[in-house]
């Protein structure tokens, strides 16, 4: 049998001697071999005395539908029945059953269907039509409805077969043309097992700028995900995100990927290949699948070792598949509880804020404040958890919109399993959470609380304020603090104030927490720290897009949602208006008054008139009111969303898509984190312009060299000598972990080039 290589040679590719089945597939017969192209790609090679691999190839070309039955015929030099007698065989012997002599079977021979047409039977059976059938088994329409013609298939009385038959049945070699399209999985309770090995954990392709092959075996149905295959490059933009991939890998997002869904295969973009490119082209700032269009994907592509990129809509679609398993809540879990696991030492203070994403479609969906618009508008409201350095940790949609202190129990409800074990948590949230008993429901679950104090307070006086320094986080802190003991809910709840006084201004700022244990200086600083979730909230909503939609698809909303009763807020519109009126007229009524005690009505009987008429007015506007009243009194406050007028048109974004990104996008901004953790030591100002740095790095042209056992990635110097030597000591310890490309044994070696000028 000669090699894949031994196939390619120059008269190959000549035209003489080639037969043409048509337009797609093609044969040259060398000698004793034959060769078998479709689209210029060999299909299939075998000796001319094989002839069940030559009936294999006849069936394949006709079941994929590159070529119909008189076609191969007539270039095989047979007839359309033999190509059809083949079909037969193999669908009900495998592949043993081609390589019997020519002829009629046996009278012994089994006649009930084969293992395939009671699967086609069975999809039948499910009301599924020829063509989803087709799709499932990976062969045309034309060929299901043959076969179930020949099975004397009724639409009117179908038993799909028993599970007896199909255990009775005789085993079958499985064959390229009978792999199916694997069904959507279940989605059950508990992690997803990890897969077994794919069916072609190597490559066929030789230049990794031409993935044809392996592309034709996803085609196929045999490739679960196509292994990197890298090209030497000497300047290939964006190639310095290689640099976060040593973070990517430890950060273990791969495996929890794999636990939770399994495998996207069969597929040349699998699992591995589409969470490994969505994580890098988010560090790249191409946050939305809609910006590949702005970037070349054969470059992008060489980046992960493929040829190109995926396209805008193959990324949408592996999104889709994605989230057509509904484990995005669970795939966040997981990823929060691996990361508590390894840096549970910083994650004593919890920060939780909400942040408000807004929404400018044509949906009717619930509305929510935006701050920085200061208006009320459609919107859709995400509670983060972020840890006491301002790295994400976990994330939530709140349903309708709901507020702080509806949401706080159930996200540390979630959360605390996760810290099963651990030191005890302090939960640090604003003034939106401020609720005495909720306070005493989270103390109760074993938590504590930090958060500013809401509402009137009596002020301190100045001299009761002392002076506190200390140095925390690295930092010297100076804060004027007072310290006193407060009760809530009748004396029942205990809690500590720590007001600080700002010099300048005199402003004070009380803060309440559930910690008795630590001194009031560390109390203010992890409050005020808080503003490290607002500046995160604002780069990551600059930076990663975390506001743009993903996919424009909704759901229907919960019709038991208790809404603001629409018909109340008619009648208080009214109220606010008729008030108005009375309000105005009673003014012009004290007007007239005035005027004629000051002498400016000419006559009483003027005065009269216009008493009279405004007094009418009057009468008429609080009867208005007073039915108003009543009217406001008979309707409830709230109502069932399924009440309202519009409950046909109410709906919400859907949220499993937009989740899934947001846990990606979360686990990039994390490995972002750690590569400027990582630069702190060799960078005197890594805390102004650690994170500038490592985006110019990321974003970097780099040369890329395969070798035998290493990718050696050696990245162009940045703008400054200082800056690229601090980068070179970074390339350093990332070259200690000895991190290999995800699908690969290729140890990843960085270096940065030496500047030329």
Request: hydrophobic residues 40%.
């Amino acid at each position: 049998m000669l090699r894949q290589d031994e196939l390619f040679d120059d008269d190959l590719r000549a035209p003489s001697g080639v037969v043409t089945v048509n337009d797609r597939v093609s044969f040259r017969t060398d000698g004793t071999h034959r060769v078998v192209s479709v689209h210029g790609v060999v299909a299939a090679h075998y000796d001319l005395s094989d002839r069940a691999a030559e009936a294999y190839a006849m069936v394949t070309l006709v079941e994929s539908g590159y070529a119909d039955q008189k076609e191969v015929a007539r270039a095989f030099g047979c007839s359309s029945r033999s190509v059809r007698r083949y079909q037969e065989r193999l669908a009900g012997g495998g592949l043993r059953a081609l390589g019997r002599l020519r002829g009629r079977p046996s009278v012994g021979a089994p006649s009930r269907p084969s293992r395939r047409d009671r699967t086609i039977l069975r999809l039948k059976a499910r009301g599924l039509s020829n063509r989803a059938i087709a799709q499932r088994l990976g062969v045309v329409e034309h060929t299901i409805r043959k076969r179930l013609r020949r099975l004397h298939w009724s639409a009117v009385a179908v038993a799909a077969p028993s599970l007896l038959d199909e255990a009775d049945a005789p085993p079958t070699i499985a064959t390229r043309a009978e792999l199916p399209t694997p069904e959507p999985r279940p989605i059950v309770d508990g992690p997803v097992r990890p897969r077994g090995p794919c069916r072609c954990v190597t490559t066929l392709d030789r230049d990794p700028r031409d993935r044809s092959m392996d592309r034709l075996l996803a085609a196929m149905g045999l490739l679960d995900d196509a292994l990197p295959l890298f090209a030497p490059t000497d300047h290939l933009p964006g190639a310095g995100v290689l640099l976060a991939v040593p973070a990517l890998v430890a950060s273990g997002v791969l495996s929890v990927a794999q636990q939770i869904y399994g495998s996207l295969a069969p597929a040349f973009y699998g699992l591995r290949t589409t969470v490994v490119a969505y994580i890098l082209l988010a560090l790249l700032r191409i946050a939305r699948p809609e910006m590949l269009k702005e970037h070349a994907p054969g470059e992008l592509g060489w980046i992960v070792g493929l040829d190109r990129m995926l396209e805008v809509k193959t990324l949408r679609r592996k999104l889709a598949q994605l989230a057509a398993k509904g484990r995005a809540q669970e795939f966040g879990r997981e990823m929060a509880r691996r990361r508590i696991r390894e840096r549970g030492r910083i994650l004593g203070f919890l920060y939780v804020d909400g942040h408000v994403r807004a929404y400018h479609g044509a949906r009717r969906i619930a509305k929510a404040y935006l701050t920085r618009a200061r208006i009320t508008g459609p919107a859709t409201t995400d509670y983060w958890v972020n840890d006491k350095r301002g790295d994400p940790l976990f994330v939530v949609t709140a349903d309708a919109n709901a507020k702080m202190t509806r949401m706080l129990v159930p996200i540390l409800e979630e959360l605390r399993p996760l810290f099963a074990g651990k030191r005890r948590l302090t939960v640090v949230f604003d003034r939106g959470g401020w609720s005495p008993k909720l306070f005493r429901q989270i103390v109760g679950m074993g938590l504590d609380i930090l958060t500013y104090r809401k509402g009137r307070v009596r002020r301190v006086a100045a001299k009761r304020f002392v002076e506190r320094t200390a140095r925390l986080d690295g930092r010297r802190v100076t804060y004027l603090l007072h310290d006193q003991a407060v009760r809530f809910l009748k004396g029942t709840l205990r809690l500590r104030q720590v007001t600080r006084l700002t010099p300048e201004t005199g402003h004070q700022t009380p803060t309440i927490t559930s910690r008795w244990d630590l001194r009031d200086i560390v109390i203010a600083y992890r409050m005020f720290e808080r503003w490290r979730q607002e500046n995160f909230f604002k780069y990551i909503r600059q930076e990663y897009l975390i506001d743009a939609l993903i996919d424009y698809a909704v759901e229907p909303d919960d019709p038991e949602r208790s809404v603001p009763n629409p018909a109340r807020k008619a009648v208080d519109q009214d109220l606010r208006q008729a008030r108005g009126q009375l309000a105005r007229l009673q003014e012009s009524y004290g007007v007239a008054a005035l005027d004629y005690v000051d002498g400016r009505t000419p006559t009483m009987r003027a005065f009269t008139e216009t008493e009279q008429r405004l007094q009418r007015e009057l009468d008429k506007v609080q009867a208005r009111i007073a039915g108003l009243v009543e009217r406001q009194k008979t309707l409830p406050v709230r109502v069932p969303l399924r009440e309202t007028p519009h409950a046909a048109e109410a709906v919400k974004l859907s949220t499993e898509r937009k989740h899934l990104t947001n846990v990606l996008k979360m686990v990039a901004y994390q490995i972002e984190s750690t590569l400027v953790e990582q630069l702190r030591p060799h960078y005197a100002r890594a805390d102004d312009e650690g994170r500038t740095l490592i985006q110019t790095a990321l974003r970097s042209c780099a040369a890329i060299q395969p070798t035998a056992e290493a990718l050696r990635v050696t990245l162009m110097p940045l703008s400054s000598p200082h800056r690229s030597v601090a980068l070179r000591q970074l390339c350093d310890d990332l070259n200690k972990t000895a991190t290999a490309f995800p699908g690969t044994n290729l140890r990843l070696r960085f270096d940065v080039a030496q500047s030329t000028s």
